[in-house]
């Protein structure tokens, strides 16, 4: 808003208890409206990756779940990798399928280079688990920085808007609460919009953290397993 506008009265008339939203958007200055509109996209945004990451995390945990039923139901090795490996596989399954198909490589290669099979494997496994975490937790780093950095834009927003009042304030010299006024909603919109787009994205980013942490510890946990039936397995060729 132009300080010396608002001193000659060109205000926007107030509606019951306060302005709407879109007024305020209008009447605020270039870089009130700036900030306005990137917090809105950021707000958009991760909510965005929010929903996608809910859906995410929802199905890796389904698909661990009955990949874990299938492994220990007692089906051989060798048809739960037929079968599997035919699909797109994701977190254990794609953990045990990555492990299984190095292993029939090794054995199949050269049966005489047992020795380093469960090294190899090994190694392919944390390769797996990496890409795994890789894609799940993509994007996350976004919405750390949204739930960081957003209120302090907001707080930007504000103190620009409150400059302004201030500036019309001196224009006028009239404190009158229908000079201030505009110029303060747009402060506290700018404020509202940095913390509308914070919060969610602090809540959602903690969540998605430890969910991934879950995810990441129960890959783990499988990749011991299987390198402990890999163990045996060698021990039984020798």
């Known amino acids: 808003m132009n300080p010396a506008d608002v001193a000659q009265g060109v205000v926007a008339p107030v509606h019951g208890a306060g302005f709407s939203f879109f007024e305020l958007f209008m009447?605020?200055?270039?870089?009130?409206?700036?900030?306005?509109?990137?917090?809105?996209?950021?707000?958009?945004?991760?909510?965005?990756?929010?929903?996608?990451?809910?859906?995410a995390f929802r199905r890796a945990r389904v698909e661990s779940d009955k990949f874990e039923q299938l492994f220990w139901s007692g089906q051989s090795l060798d048809e739960l990798y037929a079968g599997l490996s035919r699909g797109r596989t994701i977190t254990t399954s794609?953990?045990?399928?990555?492990?299984?198909?190095?292993?029939?490589?090794?054995?199949?290669?050269?049966?005489?280079?047992?020795?380093?099979?469960?090294?190899?494997?090994?190694?392919?496994?944390?390769?797996?688990?990496?890409?795994?975490?890789?894609?799940?937790?993509?994007r996350l780093l976004f919405l750390a920085t949204v739930g960081s950095a957003a209120?302090?834009?907001?707080?930007?927003?504000?103190?620009?808007?409150?400059?302004?009042?201030?500036?019309?304030?001196?224009?006028?010299?009239n404190t009158n609460?229908?000079?201030?006024?505009?110029?303060?909603?747009e402060a506290l919109f700018a404020t509202?919009?940095?913390l509308m787009a914070a919060i969610p994205a602090v809540i959602f980013y903690n969540k998605f953290s430890a969910d991934s942490s879950a995810i990441s510890q129960r890959l783990y946990a499988f990749s011991d397993e299987f390198a402990a039936i890999v163990s045996r397995q060698i021990d039984v060729r020798n």
């Open 27 to 55: 009447q605020a200055g270039l870089i009130v409206k700036l900030v306005m509109i990137g917090l809105g996209l950021a707000s958009v945004w991760s909510w965005a990756i929010i929903v996608e990451k809910l859906f």
């Open 94 to 138: 794609a953990l045990f399928v990555a492990a299984m198909r190095e292993w029939k490589r090794s054995v199949e290669g050269n049966i005489r280079a047992l020795g380093g099979i469960q090294l190899r494997v090994e190694k392919v496994m944390d390769v797996t688990i990496s890409r795994e975490m890789e894609r799940l937790d993509r």
């Open 151 to 173: 209120p302090f834009v907001g707080l930007f927003g504000t103190v620009w808007g409150i400059m302004t009042s201030f500036q019309a304030i001196a224009v006028s010299k």
């Open 177 to 185: 609460l229908a000079v201030v006024a505009p110029g303060i909603a």
């Open 192 to 194: 509202a919009l940095g």
